[in-house]
């Protein structure tokens, strides 16, 4: 998540560089063929404006759709950190001797409560890794210079950022040995915990640490885990529909394609001096078209490793930090900081 207010031009330049270098080269070559004079023909303003209209439509069409993508991603992990909180306090307040024949000691209670969060503290890690395997249609696994660039993307301006933060994270750390050995080769491990923390809540009611009432509460917790962890999972499979992905980029490069044969004859026929005027002044329309393909394309893959992703890192490590606490445990990981203006 980009948390600077502006981007730095230098930042810019690195995002843009390929489009800027070969839109100039394109308005150059089409600036120079009218100079020599071998093409004479030019398009009229008027369709070439009413294709930018259109475009421009469409390009927000998608945009807007692919910020939406983004932002119910978000709220739903809101509602992980909001119900992972109710989570451990359940746990804190409604595991006790209140109901059990057999009373454990403070330190067996105090076990059980550590094995229940720590479980969740897993299931969110889980769920993160999960999210962030790669899709046929994301960019990383696209072939030739796309995959190559959208793998420089996440190196630097993504997961590539908190890569040693990331590499400390082990389900090792949060359930016990044989627990993990067993979930670990399940195809989605994040399910198969949650599944676990029913099935030892249930065990918890049949001693008689928690009542009917309370096991009923903490299962609707779980439930409601289960719903947010099937939204994301709604998200990461089923792309932006393609008819409207792709032939967004095909509008917007046949309007590019167009541009400069309108453009340039209007702008050299001011005078000589217009020649150079004309290269970058077309260029620079079409960067902006290209640009705003661009972001949409970017953002409608909320969970690929790069800069625009949800900060799952981070709120993964805010929800392990406030759980930890109510353990009373003092020992705790730092918050994950931004790195180049960006929160992971």
């Given at each position: 998540m980009l948390i600077e207010k502006t981007i730095k031009a230098r930042t810019l330049i690195i995002w843009t560089w390929f489009n800027i270098v070969w839109l100039l080269a394109f308005s150059g070559a089409v600036a120079a063929l009218y100079a020599f004079?071998?093409?004479?023909?030019?398009?009229?303003?008027?369709?070439?404006?009413?294709?930018?209209?259109?475009?421009?439509?469409?390009?927000?069409?998608k945009n807007s759709q692919a910020y939406d993508r983004m932002w119910e991603a978000r709220k739903i992990w809101g509602g992980i950190v909001n119900d992972s909180r109710s989570w451990g306090m359940m746990v804190d307040g409604y595991v006790s001797n209140q109901f059990a024949e057999d009373k454990l000691s403070d330190e067996e209670l105090q076990q059980i409560k550590t094995r229940l969060m720590y479980r969740h503290v897993a299931w969110l890690y889980a769920h993160r890794s999960q999210l962030l395997i790669p899709t046929s249609w994301e960019h990383v696994s696209q072939g030739k210079r796309t995959g190559k660039v959208a793998k420089y993307y996440q190196d630097t301006f993504g997961i590539g950022l908190v890569a040693d933060e990331a590499t400390k994270v082990n389900l090792e750390s949060f359930l016990p040995k044989d627990e993990h050995e067993r979930l670990i080769n399940f195809k989605n491990t994040a399910t198969q915990i949650i599944n676990e923390q029913s099935r030892d809540i249930q065990e918890l009611r049949e001693r008689g640490l928690i009542d009917d009432f309370r096991h009923v509460e903490m299962v609707k917790v779980l439930r409601g885990f289960y719903a947010l962890q099937g939204k994301n999972e709604r998200i990461k499979k089923f792309p932006l529909p393609r008819q409207y992905a792709?032939?967004?980029?095909?509008?917007?490069?046949?309007?590019?394609?167009?541009?400069?044969?309108?453009?340039?004859?209007?702008?050299?026929?001011?005078?000589?001096?217009?020649?150079?005027?004309?290269?970058?002044?077309?260029?620079?329309?079409?960067?902006?078209?290209?640009?705003?393909?661009?972001?949409?394309d970017y953002t409608e893959n909320?969970?690929?490793?790069?800069?625009?992703?949800?900060?799952?890192?981070?709120?993964?490590?805010?929800?392990?930090?406030?759980?930890?606490?109510?353990?009373?445990?003092?020992?705790?990981?730092?918050?994950?900081?931004?790195?180049k203006g960006i929160l992971m």
């Open positions: 004079e071998l093409i004479k023909f030019e398009i009229p303003w008027l369709p070439v404006s009413v294709i930018a209209t259109a475009v421009a439509f469409y390009v927000g069409f792709n032939m967004s980029r095909i509008f917007v490069f046949i309007l590019v394609a167009l541009l400069p044969f309108s453009m340039m004859p209007a702008l050299q026929a001011m005078g000589e001096w217009a020649f150079w005027l004309s290269i970058p002044v077309t260029a620079l329309v079409g960067w902006i078209y290209v640009m705003m393909e661009s972001i949409g909320p969970f690929q490793g790069m800069a625009n992703d949800i900060p799952m890192l981070s709120l993964c490590r805010i929800i392990e930090i406030d759980l930890r606490e109510m353990l009373g445990e003092t020992d705790l990981p730092p918050n994950v900081e931004a790195k």
